[in-house]
Structures are given as structure tokens and as C-alpha cells.
């Protein structure tokens, strides 16, 4: 008989859709013509990207460009906004490709439709910022299938063109913010989230692509797991791209690898070659809600 699922928390970045190859290929072409417009070579504005990926602590951090050293070297007399608009032509770059290679694993509509419609509770849960999950799930047509969305409180920062700044139009208390140190793999924030929704954890199921922080974290907190084994399929190159520009700092580097010697012998529930294969492997069914109309962040858990 399949495990009954009446709660669905599912991982967004290279569970939902291809993250590492979509935002690798982007970035990229915001670098390419970024070095022609400031005729800096590219090893450098990697260095700088670098450095303002770590003051932010966010490797996506909006609008980063602006912020590096070569942009202030030539542009330092212009407003936010008027850099923006002297380095326009590589912000449209960056979204031209973005929209070539942002798009949903085969099955991912599909199977969320399916199990949306069986009553059961789909929720989204990502280290990504609410702005950058809320703009992907927006373009992939996904947020209507999710309940609510678990991400990483934005970063303060000024935008470049204030009329854009707002996050797009949600249903109330879609959103809960997660604290920036409350990171993966800590089995509370699961908890938390079953709490809130009155589902017991071992009716819940939490889907990811890292065995080590996703994996972990759902056994720690004895919710059924699935490991989204077809995210882990991406270039070498496409990875080389990111490392190169990460906001890991060495501490960071050096935590991960603690991670995982301390989970390297974590074994999901089950193993994923495509997102519609829970279908084959679980029982979605409804789940009523006992919801608070407050609005609240998940608790302060250590």
C-alpha cells in the first residue's frame, strides 16, 4: 500500500525547475556584455561579483552589478538609476536568456494539478529570497498550485526603479519568511511548517535535490523523503560558473563539508528520476486546514 500524503513540501531550485543551468547561462551573458561595456575582462568582474555576492550573503543577489567596483570606477557620478540605464543592455542579456532556459522539469504542472486536486496541501520551501522564488513560481505558472511559500527574508537594498520593486500581486498570507540563520538542514523549520498546517509528519512528505540538506533534514524531523535525484543532472560548466562567484565564504565551505561526512549515509524514502514518479510512489489525499489569519514568521527555533 503507498504511504498516505496529506502534506506536500516540496524544495524549489533544481526540484521544480532547472536552477543551476538556467541562472549559470544568465549570468554568463550579463558578463559577456558587461566586459564589452566597461572593457574589463571577465576574471575580474568575476572577482567583484564575488566579493558583492558575500557582502550580501545571496549569490542572486538583485541588481549586483551595480555594486561592483569597475560599474563604480566609470559610473560613480551617476545615480542608482542612471547606471542601471548605462548598463542596460546587459540587464536585458541576462533576461533574454533567463526566459530561453527558465522553465519546469517534465511532469512538475502536471503532478502538482493532480495533487492539488486531491485536497492535499502543496507548500514551497527554498533558501532562495522571496523576491527571486516568487518570480520564478510566477513565470512557471506554479504558484497557484502551492498553498504557501517558506523563503528567506529579502535583503534590504534600494532598487533602481522603485515602480518595480513590489513583489507581484499574492493571495493573503502567502508568504512566510524564514530568518537568514535559519538554514537547512535544521528539522524544526519542518516541523514548524506541519504545525501550522495541522499535519502530523508522518502524514508529510518533502521533496529536494540535496541529499545532505534536503534528505537530512526531512529524516531528522520524521517526514517521509524523496530525493530529486534528476536535479543533481546538470554541466560541470554550468556549476564551474556558480563556484566561481559564490557568496560561500571559507567557514561556509567548511560547514558544508562537515554536512556531509555527518549525513553521507542518508538514504530517502525514495529516489526520484522524475517529479511525476510520486505519483506512483505516494497517496496524495485531502488535508483540512487550521490556519491562523495572522500573518507570522516561523518561530525562532534553535
Known amino acids: 500500500m503507498k504511504p498516505e500524503v496529506r502534506l506536500l513540501i516540496t524544495d524549489l531550485d533544481n526540484t521544480l525547475y532547472d536552477w543551476v543551468t538556467y541562472f549559470s547561462e544568465a549570468f554568463s551573458a550579463l558578463i559577456e556584455r558587461t566586459e564589452e561595456i566597461l572593457s574589463v575582462p571577465r576574471s575580474r568582474l568575476l572577482d567583484e561579483f564575488k566579493l558583492v555576492h558575500q557582502k550580501h550573503h545571496n549569490s542572486e543577489h538583485p541588481f549586483a552589478l551595480l555594486e561592483i567596483r569597475s560599474v ?5 557620478h551617476l545615480t542608482r538609476q542612471e ?8 540587464f536585458y542579456a541576462f533576461n533574454k536568456k533567463r526566459k530561453e532556459t527558465l522553465f519546469a522539469y517534465e511532469g512538475v504542472l502536471n503532478t502538482l494539478r493532480y495533487i492539488c486536486g486531491n485536497g492535499c496541501t502543496i507548500v514551497g520551501h527554498t533558501e532562495a529570497t522571496v523576491p527571486n522564488a516568487i518570480f520564478r513560481l510566477s ?10 511559500l517558506y523563503a528567506i527574508e529579502p535583503p534590504e537594498f534600494e532598487h533602481p526603479d522603485p515602480g518595480r520593486a513590489k513583489l507581484r500581486d ?30 502530523e509528519p ?3 512528505l518533502y521533496v529536494g535535490d540535496s541529499l545532505t540538506r534536503d534528505m537530512s533534514m526531512a529524516k531528522s524531523a520524521g517526514v517521509r523523503s524523496a530525493w530529486a535525484k534528476y536535479g543533481t543532472k546538470y ?18 565551505v567548511k560547514r558544508e563539508q562537515e554536512l556531509g561526512l555527518k549525513f553521507s549515509a542518508t538514504e530517502p524514502d525514495v529516489v526520484l528520476e522524475s517529479y511525476s514518479q510520486l505519483l506512483e510512489e505516494f497517496h496524495f489525499k485531502a488535508s483540512p486546514l487550521h490556519l491562523n489569519s495572522t500573518v507570522v514568521n516561523v518561530r525562532d527555533s534553535k
Open 235 to 252: 554541466s560541470r560548466v554550468h556549476w564551474e560558473t556558480l563556484v566561481r562567484v559564490t557568496h560561500w565564504t571559507e567557514n561556509d
Open 202 to 204: 508522518s502524514h508529510t
Open 139 to 148: 513565470s512557471l505558472g506554479l504558484t497557484e498550485y502551492l498553498f504557501r
Open 72 to 76: 563604480a570606477e566609470k559610473f560613480g
Open 170 to 199: 499574492l493571495p493573503p498570507n502567502f508568504v512566510r519568511t524564514v530568518p537568514r540563520l535559519k538554514r537547512k538542514p535544521n528539522p524544526l523549520l519542518l516541523l514548524d511548517i506541519c504545525s501550522e498546517l495541522s499535519v
Open 83 to 90: 547606471k542601471k540605464q548605462a548598463l542596460d543592455s546587459a
